[in-house]
Each structure stands twice: as C-alpha cells, then as structure tokens.
C-alpha cells in the first residue's frame, strides 16, 4: 500500500488549498484515514481524520470551521481542503491509513501507512 499526498504550495493568509492523498495497491475499504502536519521545531499533530464511511470525523481545534476533510473511496483519494489558511498552518502536512475504518483514530500511532508529506507555507 502506498500514499501519494499533493497539493501543497505557498500562498498568503486568507487563501485556499486543496489536499490530495492517492492511494494505490489496496481498496480503501474499511480503512480510516486523516491528515497530520508537523510545523518547524514542533512534533506531528492530528489535523483532520476520517472512518471509512465518511459518516465520522475529527478536527483539531484549531482547524475547525476552516478545513474540511473527505474521501472518495471509489476513486481511492482523500481530501483536505483548507480554507482562511493562517500562518501558523505552515508546516509538512502528511497522510496516513489505518486498518481500522469503523471509527475515527486521531493518534499517529493508530495508522499503519504514511504518505510522503506536502509542504503548505502561509505567508502573512
């Protein structure tokens, strides 16, 4: 199995960027999926996570009301879009699967597969 996040790039607060994350060499289902980022000098943290229905889903405090996460299991992709982009959103944003899809896992130690990271930089 493997993970091919995109859609990173710089732009100025207050702009939008869209996440993408393919998956490729198993279905997505009964997978769990999310989005982590890790900002310079900081660990990695949950943004955004999913269950394989889409019926579940989580969000940091900080992202709330601004990103939204989604998949597309038919066409293997999950989603992060991200809107009202703050500064302090800048970091390495990564996606990850999990096994486990009937339920929202938000710990990175939950996941078994990790993408290889897209850099979102937020200008002020």
């Known amino acids: 199995v493997q993970l091919q996040a995109c859609g990173g790039g710089l732009v100025q607060a207050g702009d939008s960027l869209r996440l993408s994350c393919g998956v490729s060499g198993r279905t997505l289902y009964n997978t769990g999926m999310g989005w982590f980022r890790q900002a310079p000098g900081k660990e990695r943290e949950v943004v955004a996570a999913?269950?394989?229905?889409?019926?579940?889903?989580y969000y940091e405090d900080s992202v709330k009301g601004r990103f939204t996460i989604s998949r597309e299991n038919a066409g293997k992709t999950l989603y992060l879009h991200m809107n009202s982009l703050k500064p302090e959103d800048t970091g390495i944003y990564y996606c990850?699967?999990?096994?486990?899809?009937?339920?929202?896992?938000?710990?990175?130690?939950?996941?078994?597969?990790w993408g290889q990271g897209t850099q979102v930089t937020v200008s002020s």
């Open positions: 990850a699967l999990t096994f486990r899809g009937s339920v929202v896992y938000i710990r990175g130690a939950d996941y078994n597969v």
């Open positions: 999913i269950n394989w229905s889409g019926s579940s889903t």
